[in-house]
């Protein structure tokens, strides 16, 4: 539309100029024409040319509010990606290091057992498995339950076990804890001892991010529920946030209920610190169970009160 009207325009001057053309000469004007003509192309030319260049830089133009807008959006997400890291870091802060009193004493306990139990030659796992040289899991467990009883501690071996769900598979977990009931007001305060925290949370393909959420736990964990339910809430956000960033299914045994259920589920809590010497069970002998078929059964024997009376056959 705007070509046709210059056209017009164009040819109201050429009209114009030939005009007055004739009134000077018609040789003239032949020529005038010619060069109106002439010079209608060109201007055709350059507002078509001029068109392409607007039409040009408004694309250029789209292109570069794109690439902004693409800017911008990338920016945006830096800055979500780079505050839910901090904020995972500062939670992960506050509930692993700020502790109570009764939580920093059986703390020192712990640390103190297993230092112990480390430098000492004398072997505390009497099963055939070992750990880290030192004992297996459970022989460990153990070990640091009998040395905390004996600083005064409530201390006792808890093992939850769970059935599998639609969401997460069956399992169990060993762990350790500590009751305390000298505040009465506060009623019971329950310790939760993880001896491998670090272990259950770190992952072979983990982001950056999460390594370095990872790095800060501590190795041994001893702490109340609350913070422990915290902890994983956080931890297993941040693992959840690390799998779709890296586009990667995450499995049924990271996720927050399962977590849960290795620590918090409904839990068998035993006190004894007895440990047997390798080879117990094996030397356990058990009576035979007497096994008898019914065709072999005595009945007078069986059944004393069972008469027969003797029938005489004539």
Not at 151 to 167: M, V, Y
Request: glycine fraction near 4%.
């Amino acid at each position: 539309m705007k070509i046709t009207n210059v056209s017009s325009l164009t040819r109201k001057i050429t009209r114009f100029l030939s005009i007055d053309s004739v009134e000077s000469d018609e040789q003239s004007f032949d020529t005038s024409v010619e060069d109106v003509e002439f010079n209608f192309l060109d201007i055709g030319e350059i507002i078509v040319n001029a068109h392409s260049d607007v039409n040009d830089q408004c694309q250029h133009s789209h292109e570069l509010d794109l690439d902004d807008h693409e800017d911008k959006d990338q920016t945006n997400a830096n800055e979500k990606d780079r505050s839910f890291w901090d904020t995972q870091h500062q939670g992960l802060q506050t509930n692993a290091y700020r502790t109570s009193s009764l939580e920093t004493k059986i703390r020192n306990a712990t640390k103190e057992a297993i230092k112990e139990i480390e430098s000492s030659a004398e072997r505390v796992c009497v099963c055939s498995k070992e750990m880290n040289g030192t004992s297996c899991r459970i022989c460990l467990l153990r070990e640091v339950s009998r040395r905390l009883q004996k600083a005064g501690f409530n201390s006792a071996i808890c093992k939850t076990k769970w059935r599998s769900s639609l969401d997460i598979p069956s399992g169990e977990h060993t762990f350790l804890d500590v009751r305390d009931n000298t505040n009465t007001k506060k009623g019971e305060v329950r310790v939760m001892i993880e001896l491998n925290f670090k272990a259950e949370f770190e992952m072979a393909k983990g982001s950056d991010e999460y390594n370095k959420l990872i790095k800060k736990l501590p190795e041994v964990f001893v702490g109340k529920e609350e913070r422990l339910s915290n902890l994983i809430k956080i931890l297993c956000i941040a693992a959840k946030k690390c799998m779709k960033d890296k586009k990667m299914h995450m499995g049924p045994w990271r996720k927050q209920k399962y977590m849960e259920a290795k620590w918090l589920g409904p839990c068998e809590r035993n006190t004894s610190t007895t440990s047997h010497p390798i080879g117990y069970a094996e030397r356990i002998i058990t009576k035979p169970k007497f096994k008898a078929s019914l065709l072999t059964v005595d009945l007078l024997e069986k059944l004393p009160t069972l008469h027969c009376t003797a029938v005489k056959v004539l």
